[in-house]
């Protein structure tokens, strides 16, 4: 952390700024710690390449695409191989008249209106995903903001506030004032005097009686005043029955139930925080995007069976899927875009160290389902407009559609993003058991559920034939043994992907890591 | 609060709906405790009124447009007065090409590129304000979301931080870190036991632990996994660097410092709370989109001076500005929407009550500035993408643009949004002065400011000469002694306007008592 006052650090940036532009103030600004938000400070910068270099890639998704992009533009020859019809892996949309085969052969159709859609891979990008964000702007693809925290949102518990949802506001509001009572009453008892200053005991008690919206008694109490934040039972108006009245706090206990705390946290993590963003018109524009640069080096249909190194260059094997005809392709390098569950059914020329790696990382199973509403009740009865509810039961959350807002006529919502336990629950059924479940569940929110519900659609990631999970999941101890081996080159094979990140399951992490898949690549081209 | 269990309030909505249909269900649903957000259940019924009952109404803000509108819908023959050449009163927009005049004279001309806008008055909207949100809906006005929260913004304080703005993520997480920290030590030492069960205080140990990031001995201290809330010194990546490194946190008494908590409180605020929005392309929309429905009952330029009362009707008697003749309308009833800022200026038979209440309220002066940049470097270089930074400077905060995100050109921010002495400072500058002082104490966020800096204009409220202040500021002594006499009719006057509500300042109060004001109208004409 700098010394420098603030005036000398603001002279200076201003210097900069005239002298070096905005590239050059970015950089300095970084210095002073002022907006160090990624890894990422531009395109990589391939200059030298050896004139018809070539590299396969494996993989059509973001990673896959983004290499292949930066290469090309760099003079590298490159082919790409995809085992889908369609390039952007999990940067996917299910819109109507699309299918949906799970590894079991179980189909279903969605039968979403025109304009309608569900993301069931990744749905919503952080302001801070600058390299990802880079692209989009590049490309031109639109976006909107993505509503994260809405505090009108509901959390429910099977073991809390009797079973009844609550408002986002009311248990967050209810959690800060209980919280900072019990402490004003501490530092009032003087059982803080070791820790805490006299100075700062009385700015905090000042900060609490604010903050924790106490009574002059330094206790949180039903009140107007309380509910400015937490909500009214009668909220203000206007002429004779103006006047608001106080909503009635929740006790302690129920506001101590893991179910608020876990939500209040999920608001203020790095990567959920606002604001976000979303691609206009579904998530797949931003690989529909990437493939209008690339698409031409794609080979579609293609198994990978086969990756074969030595001195002089790679050799992969693939079986086109339409003819069933194995065929190959060579070049001085790969980059394996593959997922690491489905991995092990490519023979690989690698050594044990990142064989050992690959086999390492477990994928988890989340489950997303899309249901297809007459109206948008939960804006025009319920004043939800995107954001998130959150519940105990299997489906996790509902989460409402952030596009064409106050608009008429069919809409659908996340009607379940389930994890962990939930995810093999619902996995478990099938896709009408899984409607049914949703529906059932998610009427603890919405009593119009039934009356309103038109179609539904759901992806178990786990059983998706062509990933058989959904995102990579490192513990600390793979990490430390595994993660460096992961990601460094092999011979003339580096591998990229999600899973070759510290953001798992982040089209950010895709990227960066493609970008550092091909630098370590051109670091060998322009060193030999 | 209901004593019935989930499943028999789920079934007994359900049946409600399948019965009643969404209006009944909403009235259900408000009765469960689930949705009394606003005290507008729907347009007013004025069913049976009198053909050819008349009534005049003053000023065309909104409050006069929405009781104009309805009554004009139930049958009523109404006229519009209103001092300005356009609707919309404190609803407007400034575009480049406008210009506005100081009640001094000082003349400012807009010169915001084409599409570049700044709303001085009202500029955003919470999600419940339902009464105005159906009208938005019934006129087609597209609305679009304010970014209300955002992470990412700063948070500056002279006494804090060394005078360094720090990113809303890092005070916050410190402060919830810090506070939690204290709470858990006085819990651990007993010093809480006869306020908090043993079952409970187990629970809040585990809720300080995950709420407040604390570590295994109960400390906050810098980590990865603190920064995972709070933003890292370098964040995840992908491939060969993707490790990221803990930023560092800051001590308890820095965010102790008022300005922290006071930012933390104020997205706490019901009416603050995400989700918001705002129109496409100007808050003036809606005015606007009153006016289609009304603005052939409008004379416009018609300066209020004399309403006069009698057993059998209403004279207003206002002067006609381009021609400077007196002219006068009357009617059966009057609904007078003037400030109380100016209202004295016009000779109103009304009883003492009345006269006193419009006495006894005095307005607020706030300043806002609009400044147009080069480019949008706050989303460029520095990751922020609406929402407000906030300051202990005059200027109080800037408020970052919502529309049109990841465009090119020339942008507008709020470069301004003082309050009490910081709007005094600033109101008593010229135009000139005002934005060099808005360009210095900017400059504390954004280095970039000089730089890119291309014009500006500042409207300070308590110089707009058709209103002399901002919006009504009721004290709770005033509102306990005037209110009920200043919103209820006095014999065919009733008063309408955000200052004859419970939410003052906000476009939803002067509807809520524009409709207030027409149905005590209703009622006694339908009575007579």
Redesign the interface.
Known sequence: ?TEM??PS??QL??LI??MGG?AA??QA?TAF????????TGPPVLTGAKPGASVVVLGAGLAGMVAAYELTKAGYSVKILEFQDRPGGRNYTLRGGDSFTESDGTVQKVQFAPGNYINPGPWRIP??H?CL?HY??QFGVA???F?Q????GFIHSGSAF???PMRY?EV??D??GH??E??G???N?G??DQ???A??KE??L???R??GLLDNNMAYTSSVHV??????????????????TPS?IAG??DV???Q???A??FY???VM???M?QPVGGMDMIGKAFARQVGKLITYNAKVTKVAQGGDGVTVSYKDAPSGKMQSVSADYCVCTIPLSIISQVEMQVGPKLAAAMKAVPYAGQLKMGLEFK?R?WE????????HSFTDQAIAQLSYP?DR??SKGPAVLLGAFARDLGAFQLTAMTPEQRIEAALKQG??FH??Y??EYMNGVSVPWSRVPWILGCTSRWSEAN?EKH??NL??MDGRVVL?GEH????GGWM??????????I??IHERVTAA
Chains 1, 2 share one sequence.
Not at 380 to 387: K, L, Q, R, S
Not at 500 to 503: E, K, R
């Open positions: 952390m006052t603030t650090r603001r940036l201003t700024g005239r905005a103030m970015y600004m710690g002022h907006a160090a938000e990624t890894q990422f302001h801070h600058r964000l989009c702007r976006l909107e903001p509503i925290l809405n505090h009108n009797g079973g009844k506001k967050a509001t959690f800060r919280t900072s019990l402490l009453k501490a530092l008892a059982a803080l820790s805490v200053s100075e700062d700015k905090l000042e900060a609490l604010h903050w509910s400015s934040q937490r909500g009214y039972d009668q909220p203000p108006g206007g002429g004779r029955n103006g006047a608001p009635q302690l206990s101590l139930d893991p608020v705390w876990t209040m946290s203020f993590n790095y925080q606002t604001t963003f109206r009740f025009e009865d319920d004043n939800i407009y995107g954001g952030n807002m106050f009427e603890v009593p119009q039934r009356k990490r993660y460096r990601v460094e990229a070759a990140s510290y953001y950010e992490g895709s990227l960066l890591s493609g970008i550092d898949a630098t370590q």
